[in-house]
Nanobody, 119 residues
Framework: QVQLVESGGGLVQPGGSLRLSCAASGMIFSISTMGWYRQAPGKQRELVAAITGGGNTRYTDSVKERFVISRDNAKNTVYLQMNSLKPEDTAVYYC?????????????WGQGTQVTVSS
């Protein structure tokens, strides 16, 4: 049974930084392309960043140059370093697979972690 557990969210002022973590279990993590998704109130869930097992990455335009996705295959964990945060980054953030570096998730969603950017 696959479990995805996100953590690291919180309240931060505009311009601040947060680092999200997602611990995966029950899957062959090292070869799985993983992604960070977010869902803001009233909006559809969107893929913001993805990383292949080998470390190739892809970002949605709105987070390029601000967010960095990384992974530690030994720890079955994927990270999202978020810098220069903006109010429009406020959302619940989730991780899941991102097959082909696209918004193709395969597993049940975890509880997510809330990120709120506000002064």
């Amino acid at each position: 049974q696959v479990q995805l557990v996100e953590s690291g969210g919180g309240l931060v002022q505009p311009g601040g930084s947060l680092r999200l973590s997602c611990a995966a279990s029950g899957m062959i993590f090292s070869i799985s392309t993983m992604g960070w998704y977010r869902q803001a109130p009233g909006k559809q869930r969107e893929l913001v960043a993805a990383i292949t097992g080998g470390g190739n990455t892809r970002y949605t335009d709105s987070v390029k140059e601000r967010f960095v996705i990384s992974r530690d295959n030994a720890k079955n964990t994927v990270y999202l370093q978020m810098n220069s945060l903006k109010p429009e980054d406020t959302a619940v953030y989730y991780c899941n697979t991102a097959v082909g570096l696209t918004a193709t998730s395969r597993f049940p969603w975890g509880q997510g972690t809330q990120v709120t950017v506000s002064s």
